[in-house]
């Protein structure tokens, strides 16, 4: 239904019809009334007419964006989180040109890696479309807050600088963004804590410190090149025999499907540790509903994840790093009970955040919340110091750092004003 037709609609019933005849009971001649209320209502649309199109005017109004200049903390709020989405963009694009869609909703024609691209979908078919649309999210939150910047009157933020990494030489990457890549996926450390941490009823920012159900240490996120795993590798399905060369591939995918939910987790906390510290309304805005976006990535990537750790697949492990990345079976009693592990906080398809600890760990029940939001767990310098932890920026020089370091700690400063 179009807006016209629903200022319409609105005018006939709500303003037209009484309360009293929309709760009569008495029978009556639905057509009579309703030609009767139609043509007692006419003077009134006809009298209301002009308010309502002057009232949507001035709604379209207000929806303009605001023009005048930002507060100091806003614009270093934007800053970072454009900081972020520049990161977010370099990574997903590598995933999207080796992963995603082969033929995209939008934007070019995507050949991808072949067995990367069945391994991913051993985790679920629509795989390669969500990897393209994750893509398609990130690379609009970083143009738009750049934009916004600009726009009024603050600097924009600018990586290009940095982007001299090698990343894959392997089949479907973009060959003119060898040893341009801002981001490094070709030996990440996952931090897990995050599986365990939102099916726990303790909250990290009331002191509670998790660990991940298992390790993924030194590990590719992407095929490194054609040698290590050539494009013409068998990947069977749904899942992968021991000894069998696509072991390798397999345990390549099941490492970026942990490694997707880490870098939205790490999303999910930063926009609500950076909207609480926002003046303008529409600054506030812009961090809510990028925020809300980077949850829903979180949570998708939440699910996949579990697959790989989950019959029939669960049990790869990467026959070039066995003791960096084994993928145990998170269901199964005895697997659990040789890692010391609960299945409560394993369960894999227990996705949705468990109600914690939330203000208060005694005066207050259990709430379902994003954990953490504080600063010192969530804020701008945690993100870069767990993303760096991570692996992401192995390579890059202190300047990046340094400048990464700038941009966090003025966001984490900045203070709501009123
Ligand atoms: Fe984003
Ligand atoms: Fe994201």
Redesign the pocket.
Same mark, same amino acid.
């Given at each position: 239904m179009n807006k016209k037709e629903n200022v319409s609609s609105k005018g006939l019933t709500e303003t037209n019809v009484s309360s009293q005849e929309l709760q009569d009971p008495a029978p009556r001649d639905h057509v009579t009334v309703g030609r009767r209320s139609f043509i007692r209502g006419l003077g009134i649309v006809g009298a209301t007419l002009l308010p309502a199109s002057a009232l949507l005017m001035r709604q379209a109004k207000a929806q303009q964006p605001s023009s005048g200049r930002l507060t100091r903390g806003d614009a270093d709020l934007l800053r970072f989180a454009a900081w /972020? $989405?520049l990161v $977010?963009s370099d990574l997903w694009t590598q995933y999207n040109e080796l992963g995603g869609a082969t033929k995209p909703n939008d934007g070019p024609f995507n050949v991808g890696n072949p067995p990367y691209k069945l391994a991913l979908q051993n985790l679920d078919g629509d795989m390669p479309q969500y990897i393209t649309d994750n893509n398609d999210? =990130?690379l609009s %939150? /970083?143009a738009f807050l750049n934009a916004y910047l600009s726009s009024h009157g603050a600097e924009p933020v600018n990586l290009d600088q940095f982007r001299n990494l090698p990343g894959s030489t392997a089949t479907g990457v973009d060959k003119k963004k060898i040893g341009k890549r801002l981001t490094n996926l070709l030996n990440l450390n996952v931090d897990l804590s995050w599986y365990t941490r939102y099916r726990s009823e303790e909250n990290p920012d009331l002191g509670a410190i998790f660990k991940g159900p298992f390790n993924i240490l030194n590990e590719p996120a992407i095929p490194l090149n054609d040698s290590d795993t050539p494009p013409t590798t068998v990947v069977p399905s749904p899942s992968i025999p021991a000894g069998s060369p696509a072991q390798r591939i397999q345990a390549i995918a099941n490492t970026a499907g942990f490694h997707f939910a880490f870098i939205e987790q790490g999303?999910t906390s930063l926009y609500p540790t950076l909207a609480l510290k926002a003046t303008s309304e529409e600054v506030l805005r812009i961090l809510l509903s990028?925020g809300g976006? =980077?949850i829903d %990535?979180f949570s998708l990537w939440h699910d996949k994840a579990g697959n790989a750790v989950s019959q029939p697949l669960a049990g790869v492990i990467d026959p070039e790093n066995p003791s960096g990345a084994t993928f145990p079976d998170l269901n199964d009693p005895a697997t659990l009970a040789r890692l010391n592990l609960q299945l409560e906080l394993t369960q894999t398809n227990k996705i949705l955040p468990e109600p914690c600890d939330f203000l208060s760990r005694e005066s207050l029940p259990p709430c379902s919340v994003i954990r953490p939001t504080s600063t010192a767990l969530g804020g701008a310098v945690a993100t870069v110091q767990s993303f760096t932890a991570d692996g992401l920026f192995n390579g890059q020089p202190d300047s990046f750092f340094a400048f990464a370091m700038q941009l966090a700690t003025a966001a984490d400063n900045a203070r709501r004003q009123f």
């Open positions: /972020a $989405e $977010e999210d =990130e %939150h /970083a999303g990028i976006v =980077e %990535h």
